[in-house]
């Protein structure tokens, strides 16, 4: 073979295997194709809240069923509270789903071994979910549909008696009837209450009616099998259920404590794939994924003890696995704006909210009561338990993870600034850019566009104002990049820290801005920084009373 014969075979062999190797670059690229597609195959429960929907058209369950099994062997009449959007009334479907005897539904799952005898029970399921509740009206057009249908089922004459006289009737009716007792699902009791928080008439209308309705459940407990109700408050806080004492509240319950809702070891072992094909989307590890959904959308916590399992927002969970990205899914399907206005009605302080400490008798107070919110708060997902002290019965409260945190506190920011809610991540993130930049002025000057047209006098509430929108615009600035905002004695204001710069703030509402400076230096607030290597910046500012913003303010290296 000559030298042009023996060229061209290691040519023609180079070649061969390149082609090889390109084709697995192509099988390896489809591998990721088709694990990024892999949602388009298996199917996410978003928003399915009927068990039978999910079991038979084969979408993904998180298997809950070893506590629903637990659950009905109690047999006690319980009572739930989870936030919106956390899988309650899916729970009450696979009740219902048992209770009927729809074994097949069941197939494959923990229940199947548990349950060896499967009985049809008769089931009245009252879903308050679907109606807007703005007037008495609404509320009696909606168990008068329940109460009709059941009698319709039942072949019972209404008659003249009234709501309750027709619920207890049909409860007795269904259990001789069929010879079993009664099984009662209640879905979200309080939404005609939660709807008419700012109306206390129309609340205490939907009061009477709502607590003679459920009073019911006492009065047949002869006929009753299984009682299991559901809702976003505590059923004592609305003073619905002051009759019932039977009701076991298992929503602060250790064994119950995911029984609504994900742990990460429930992620990982059901979607697998799923979370593969947020990683290759992302460009990320699947380590890095699994970190960021816990940061964004883990943290909730339901039970004062300890050895918990914190548990992950199923819907913001599901929704970024579906659409192969991050995002705010369960803040945006739901605005906070009546308890953003409550905070507002009572002067509350908006830094106290995140770690404020409340007794253990005031998340389960008799009532619900506008001067004090923070309840309210907690119960509807904004907050969530962090700790707790046995000795004081006193718990630490907080915010769950980065999405409740930083989307409570964007919507937040209109309410207590000039800045519409469009504006302020445009606000935020040019904030960022400038600290990383090293251009206070640029930064500052932006700042005060928080404070234009500012409507109040110069007082004490206006100073504390004031330090709201400090914390407003620190705390989101911290979705970015590390800002800090102190509130101890002896601390700096506002701390910002970036690659290349780490910023000190002192803000004077009565003072000068040389006084702020002065401050920074004798207390000696750069001092934890000085062996950092970042450049060290400080920022004294002072307020002009007169204009009721920003006034003159003072940069020094």
């Known amino acids: 073979m000559n030298k042009d014969n023996v060229f061209t075979h290691i040519l023609d062999k180079i070649q061969s295997e390149f082609v090889i190797?390109?084709?697995?670059?192509?099988?390896?690229?489809?591998?990721?194709?088709?694990?990024?597609?892999?949602?388009?195959?298996?199917?996410?429960?978003?928003?399915?809240?009927?068990?039978?929907?999910?079991?038979?058209?084969?979408?993904?369950?998180?298997?809950?069923?070893?506590?629903?099994?637990?659950?009905?062997?109690?047999?006690?009449?319980?009572?739930?509270?989870?936030?919106?959007?956390?899988?309650?009334?899916?729970?009450?479907?696979?009740?219902?789903?048992?209770?009927?005897?729809?074994?097949?539904?069941?197939?494959?799952?923990?229940?199947?071994?548990?349950?060896?005898?499967?009985?049809?029970?008769?089931?009245?399921?009252?879903d308050l979910n679907a109606e807007k509740y703005d007037s008495k009206e609404r509320l009696e057009k909606m168990l008068e549909f329940h109460l009709t249908r059941w009698e319709t089922q039942y072949g019972i004459d209404k008659g003249t008696m009234t709501f309750s006289g027709r619920f207890a009737t049909i409860i007795?009716?269904?259990?001789?009837?069929?010879?079993?007792?009664?099984?009662?699902?209640?879905?979200?009791?309080?939404?005609?209450?939660?709807?008419?928080?700012?109306?206390p008439e129309l609340q205490d209308d939907y009061r009477k009616t709502l607590t003679a309705f459920y009073t019911v459940l006492k009065s047949t407990d002869a006929y009753l099998q299984f009682v299991f109700i559901t809702g976003v408050t505590k059923f004592a806080q609305m003073g619905i259920f002051s009759t019932l004492n039977q009701l076991n509240d298992i929503s602060f319950d250790l064994e119950y404590n995911a029984l609504c809702g994900m742990t990460c070891p429930e992620i990982e072992a059901t979607f697998a794939p799923e979370l593969q094909a947020l990683a290759a989307q992302t460009e990320a590890t699947y380590d890095n994924v699994v970190e960021q959904l816990t940061r964004q959308y883990d943290g909730y916590r339901f039970t004062p003890s300890k050895g918990f399992a914190p548990i992950y927002n199923p819907f913001s969970v599901l929704s970024a696995l579906d659409k192969l990205r991050f995002g705010d899914y369960w803040f945006a399907s739901g605005t906070p704006t009546f308890l953003v206005e409550i905070l507002k009605k009572t002067d509350f302080d908006l830094r106290e909210l995140d770690g404020i400490e409340v007794s253990s008798v005031s998340l389960s107070d008799d009532r619900a009561n506008i001067g004090n919110p923070v309840p309210m708060i907690y119960q509807s997902g904004y907050l969530t338990i962090k700790s707790y002290d046995p000795k004081f019965r006193v718990y630490t409260l907080g915010f769950p993870n980065e999405e409740v945190k930083y989307g409570f506190l964007n919507f937040a920011t209109p309410f207590y600034t000039p800045v519409s809610s469009t504006d302020t991540s445009f606000y935020i993130g040019k904030f960022v850019r400038e600290r990383c930049n090293g251009d206070v002025e640029a930064f500052l000057t932006r700042l005060s566009c928080f404070f234009a047209d500012f409507p109040y006098e110069l007082n004490s509430k206006m100073e504390r104002h004031y330090q709201v929108v400090f914390y407003l615009v620190f705390k989101l600035m911290g979705q970015f990049t590390q800002a800090e905002v102190r509130t101890a004695i002896g601390r700096a204001d506002a701390v910002v820290k970036t690659a290349n710069y780490i910023y000190v703030f002192e803000f004077k509402l009565e003072g000068r801005a040389e006084d702020a400076l002065r401050q920074i230096d004798e207390k000696a607030y750069m001092l934890p920084y000085s062996v950092d290597g970042r450049k060290l910046?400080?920022?004294?500012?002072s307020f002009d009373a007169e204009k009721r913003n920003l006034g003159k303010w003072i940069i020094k290296e």
């Open 21 to 126: 190797f390109a084709r697995i670059i192509v099988i390896l690229k489809m591998k990721v194709v088709m694990n990024a597609s892999v949602n388009m195959l298996r199917k996410l429960p978003i928003g399915i809240q009927s068990f039978e929907k999910l079991r038979s058209e084969g979408f993904l369950y998180v298997d809950k069923t070893a506590l629903v099994f637990r659950l009905v062997q109690a047999g006690a009449p319980c009572f739930l509270s989870r936030p919106r959007r956390f899988g309650k009334s899916l729970l009450l479907s696979t009740f219902e789903a048992y209770f009927k005897g729809q074994k097949e539904l069941f197939k494959g799952l923990a229940i199947e071994q548990l349950e060896q005898n499967w009985f049809e029970y008769p089931v009245l399921h009252l």
């Open 172 to 199: 007795q009716q269904a259990y001789e009837q069929n010879g079993r007792r009664v099984v009662v699902l209640v879905d979200e009791y309080d939404k005609p209450m939660l709807q008419s928080f700012d109306n």
């Open 537 to 541: 910046i400080k920022v004294g500012v």
